[in-house]
């Protein structure tokens, strides 16, 4: 009778606890579940999502009792990260923060909630923000005293032609797909927050904001222009009316009547005022309407724009953003809509060196990596913090970086056999990510990059993993795989487990320090992740 075929404690089935402390994942194979603060900061930077084991609400519930939870146990920690998450742009989404503080601003904390209407006005930047936290905000606790004060100061403490921009741009908005109660206007939340002043200018704003027009005693003042404007663009009866607007008041493209937007001379006058992150949800158009065309100054423009890292980091723009543009802009033609463009090469290419400049700066790790890629089935559900990839999709484009800093890295595609997955040095995104949806898929097993190493004899000082940990297929798990390798080929190998989506899992053990759980596409993670490899942290 062979009983270490059934039991040996260096060598356990994923299906099976290898550890007291192992919770069981969603896909039946044992891991660790992170604590309370990881979760709340996977849900800040990935939001909450459809799963291939579970249902949005099961991610949404899962988070949002984390959330609460750790509000209660150290709330001003959690309004810390709430605020560098959304200031730094860490997130490619705004609304995750947005919720959260909504949390802070309901907790019985009377401290927690004065943290949270400090950081207010720094997390909630523009007029969908407002009626996102509004909209949330009555999911909480509703509108309590330092909550409407928070609401009353958006309105009375920025500067007017600011908010002048705020109430033309964002005039009313439906909040959630499909909730017909979701809806908010300026005017819903004025009648909520009551901001009262005496400046005639801020006061005629705010009339506007509820009336849609100008007081009839409206001051002759500069910062009202904008609202003058508005209202002559409506007005205008040529294309040439509109363009000498255009470049008159530097006006956005939200400020055009929708008749014109299909004139590629009036986005051409656009061209040089139009925000970056609305520059890159609209280079398809640009390019389909006429409005860049090969060697035109307005491409030399835009790819300059795109690669400024000092613009991208000002605007915030995310590496998803990017990402997201490349794929849609290198395909030619739109999803929805009769759309199609040839894509214009040096945009392509600006794009490409865009996503690269979106992460934090990280100093090469100077070390052997080898780079696991989880592209089993569940990898190919859902979305990456609600961009239009899957998480594979974007697992690929993430590992793309190390390939374009690193000297010594092997990259291997996993699912319950292992794949080579070469990436090249600066491999153009869209290609790469074709690459990877091209790929088969498979039961989950994350031991298999260590048991690679270990039996082809490499010598790895880091495994990085990137994976939605639903482990489960493999004979041994992958912490013991590592232990395994770290007898056999280099004791102080490490492991890093990046995580593509927003569970409370991890196959990185807690407990020892050569393994770390990090956010997948947080902007911080390649940096941190290569501080980790070189032993600093």
Request: net charge positive.
């Amino acid at each position: 009778m062979s009983y270490r075929k059934y039991f040996d404690r260096f060598r356990t089935l994923q299906l099976w606890r290898a550890r007291a402390d192992q919770v069981r994942n969603r896909a039946g194979g044992y891991v660790w579940e992170v604590d309370d603060l990881a979760r709340v900061r996977r849900f800040l930077i990935l939001g909450a999502f459809a799963t291939y084991y579970a249902r949005r609400h099961v991610h949404v519930k899962g988070s949002t009792d984390a959330l609460l939870r750790a509000l209660e146990k150290d709330g001003a920690r959690v309004v810390e990260e709430i605020h560098d998450v959304s200031v730094h742009g860490r997130a490619y989404k705004n609304e995750p923060a947005l919720f959260a503080l909504a949390a802070a601003l309901s907790t019985p904390s009377l401290e927690v909630r004065q943290a949270a209407e400090r950081i207010f006005p720094d997390v909630v930047r523009t007029g969908m923000h407002l009626f996102q936290a509004a909209h949330y905000l009555e999911g909480f606790r509703g509108w309590g005293r330092l909550a409407r004060r928070a609401f009353t100061n958006w309105y009375l403490n920025q500067p007017v032609d600011r908010l002048a921009y705020q109430v033309i741009k964002y005039q009313g908005r439906r909040v959630e797909e499909g909730d017909k109660g979701s809806r908010w206007a300026h005017r819903d939340i004025l009648r909520l927050a009551h901001p009262q002043t005496s400046d005639p200018v801020r006061n005629a704003v705010l009339y506007y904001a509820v009336k849609g027009e100008l007081p009839a005693n409206a001051p002759e003042d500069e910062a009202l222009r904008l609202l003058r404007a508005y209202q002559a663009i409506k007005a205008a009866q040529t294309e040439g009316e509109v363009i000498d607007l255009i470049q008159r008041y530097r006006l956005t493209w939200e400020f055009v009547p929708g008749q014109w937007l299909g004139s590629a001379d009036v986005w051409r006058a656009l061209l040089p005022g139009l925000p970056l992150a609305a520059l890159i949800r609209n280079l398809a158009r640009l390019t389909a309407l006429g409005a860049l065309k090969p060697l035109s100054p307005e491409v030399q423009e835009v790819t300059q724009r795109l690669t400024n890292m000092d613009a991208l980091r000002k605007a915030r723009i995310h590496p998803l953003q990017v990402l997201v543009a490349a794929k849609i802009y290198s395909a030619g033609f739109g999803v929805l809509g009769s759309l199609q463009w040839e894509p214009l090469a040096p945009v392509m290419d600006a794009l490409d060196k865009a996503f690269y400049l979106t992460f934090e700066n990280a100093e090469p790790t100077g070390k052997r990596l080898l780079v696991g890629l989880d592209i089993s089935g569940s990898m190919g559900w859902g979305r990456v913090a609600g961009a239009p990839l899957t998480p594979r999709e974007a697992a690929a484009a993430l590992a793309s970086v190390w390939a374009a800093k690193e000297q010594t890295v092997h990259f291997m595609a996993f699912s319950e056999t292992l794949h080579p997955f070469p990436i090249q040095r600066r491999e153009p995104l869209a290609r790469l990510v074709r690459r990877m949806a091209a790929m088969p898929f498979g039961r989950t097993d994350c031991a298999l990059p260590m048991l690679y190493a270990r039996q082809k004899r490499l010598k790895v000082d880091t495994f990085i993993i990137l994976t939605d940990n639903e482990t489960w297929f493999g004979k041994i798990h992958p912490f013991q795989a590592l232990q395994q390798y770290r007898r056999k080929y280099n004791p102080e190998a490490r492991l890093v487990v990046v995580g593509m989506i927003s569970n409370g899992f991890t196959i990185a053990d807690p407990t020892d320090p050569g393994m770390l759980d990090v956010v997948g596409f947080d902007t911080a993670t390649p940096r941190l992740v290569n501080a980790f490899a070189r032993g600093e942290v």
